[in-house]
């Protein structure tokens, strides 16, 4: 009794369930039912039923955390797309061969291990800062990638993309974790279908459009763009 009990406790922990005291088993007039600490003492007989989201949590109403969400996934799809399927394009047009190109393929290291770090992005700072801040080294060091000269693929150029992976994976944990908190357990499904549409869209962006575009104006005006 006392293990399924710590296993329903740990449940209700683990994956947001609320227990309800039924009938007691051994009633004493010291017990009381609804306190967690005398739930083993007590042998009260629980059931698991969801517990209720706090439509109140937050201030601002849905429709604009979803827009934030999708926001910020676009943003995070972006750098994958454009390390996957825009910088193999790129470095073909400027005679690379296929040994530099398959290269590229060890640069997903970050993405896989950025578990590793993750504690340090929740422990350190605030979402939105570490969020702003790998926003910001993104977008210098996309600018950096377009403008620096790739004719012998010297180690500044690998350089930067290994940081845009790094920072791209620190961002991805930051995205999670606010969208989590920012979001209710009823609302979470919805973020999620919303999140991954837009991850999706943008690295189709980063592979088509950005690929359009230098063929346009030029592969430096596109990642300037």
């Known amino acids: 009794r006392q293990y399924f009990t710590d296993q329903r406790l740990a449940a209700r922990e683990d994956f947001g369930f609320r227990f309800d005291a039924g009938s007691?088993?051994?009633?004493?007039?010291?017990c009381d039912p609804h306190w967690r600490a005398h739930v083993s003492v007590c042998g009260v007989a629980l059931t698991a039923t969801p517990a209720r989201p706090d439509e109140a949590a937050f201030a601002s109403p849905l429709r604009s955390r979803l827009s934030w969400i999708a926001a910020l996934a676009f943003a995070s799809g972006f750098p994958f797309g454009l390390v996957n399927e825009t910088i193999?394009?790129?470095?073909?047009t400027?005679?690379?061969?296929?040994?530099?190109?398959?290269?590229?393929?060890?640069?997903?290291?970050?993405?896989?291990?950025?578990?590793?770090?993750?504690?340090?992005?929740?422990?350190?700072?605030?979402?939105?800062?570490?969020?702003?801040?790998?926003?910001?080294?993104?977008?210098?060091?996309t600018f950096?990638?377009?403008?620096?000269?790739?004719?012998?693929?010297?180690?500044?150029?690998w350089i930067v993309l290994i940081l845009i992976v790094v920072l791209s994976a620190t961002q991805d944990?930051?995205?999670?974790?606010?969208?989590?908190?920012?979001?209710?357990?009823?609302e979470l499904g919805v973020a999620n279908?919303?999140?991954?549409?837009?991850?999706?869209?943008?690295?189709l962006?980063?592979?088509?459009?950005?690929?359009?575009?230098?063929g346009r104006i030029g592969w430096s005006e596109s990642f300037t763009v």
């Open 24 to 30: 007691l088993t051994k009633p004493r007039a010291d």
């Open 88 to 92: 193999p394009i790129y470095l073909r």
């Open 94 to 141: 400027t005679g690379a061969s296929l040994v530099d190109i398959g290269h590229l393929a060890k640069l997903s290291l970050p993405w896989s291990l950025k578990w590793a770090w993750a504690p340090l992005v929740d422990r350190h700072g605030t979402r939105r800062r570490w969020i702003a801040t790998c926003l910001a080294g993104l977008a210098a060091l």
């Open 144 to 157: 950096m990638a377009g403008n620096l000269d790739v004719q012998g693929l010297g180690s500044a150029f």
């Open 173 to 186: 944990v930051a995205i999670d974790a606010y969208t989590i908190q920012s979001t209710t357990t009823r």
């Open 193 to 203: 279908s919303i999140r991954i549409t837009l991850y999706r869209v943008a690295m």
């Open 205 to 214: 962006s980063a592979g088509g459009l950005l690929v359009w575009l230098a």
